[in-house]
């Protein structure tokens, strides 16, 4: 058996409130396509009732893996086994809340047919003309952002003002040589993949997000803080030459 074209990663912590209605969208959005396609939710020890939501969405359709680990890793963790686990030709992960839509694919697709090994979505129009945030995050939050963006564009990800919309995608190949060697379980592995994309040479392109802020987010002001501290350890990562030679 052929492996699919697109792989779609969904990690899951405690999201039964959202999880149908993304699950809903992505399906339909995928049955749509040419292509072939997977969808790989991976759970991230939690503790409502998200697992039993997706096997009654998953009931009588096929192309949907659950990966139940039991104990919490944290989104970065998740992240990584999910990518590694997939199967796809191209390998995208996104939020449980669909803040951004499996729409945005649409607009990724032609860029991996043209060559790019990494396709992201970006918030920020200095990224990619067009972006928008449909509801804005509340101010700290914003502010928080920009101020986090300069400290992780100097010590980590250079030239990228939105390196943590959780939309990105990779190829096969980009996929299993970057996850298979990060190390970041939390919150900062976005900057981690980033960063390693850039340390082994794949060429790196950006969409326009048109981004709906979820007040439920899991992200908190801790959350932050351990992405700068994360930032800081990918430098000291790479100095000490942890993720091996560039290519």
Partial sequence: MNDPYLSVVI???????????????????????????????????VTDGTAKK?????????????????????????????????????????????????????????????????????????????????????????????????????VAVHGIWDTQCGFKAFTKNASEKIFSVSHIDRWGFDIEALALARRFGFRICIIPAHWINDAESHVKLSGYIGVLLETVKIRLNIVKGVYGKKS
């Fill in 11 to 45: 990690p899951a912590y405690n999201e039964e409130k959202r999880i149908t209605k993304t699950l809903d969208i992505t399906y339909a959005y995928l049955k749509r396509q040419a292509y072939s396609w997977e969808i790989v939710v991976v759970l991230d020890g």
């Fill in 54 to 154: 997706i096997e009654e969405f998953s009931k009588d359709k096929e192309g949907i893996r659950v990966i139940d680990r039991k104990q919490n890793r944290g989104k970065g963790y998740t992240v990584r086994e999910g990518m590694l686990a997939a199967h796809g030709v191209v390998r995208l992960f996104t939020d449980a809340d669909n803040s951004t839509d499996i729409s945005h694919f649409d607009t990724m697709k032609p860029l991996f047919d043209e060559g790019c090994d990494v396709v992201i979505a970006s918030r920020d129009p200095k990224d990619a003309e067009g972006a928008t945030q449909a509801v804005p995050q509340p101010a700290f939050k914003r502010l928080l952002g920009n101020m986090g963006n300069l400290f992780i564009q100097i």
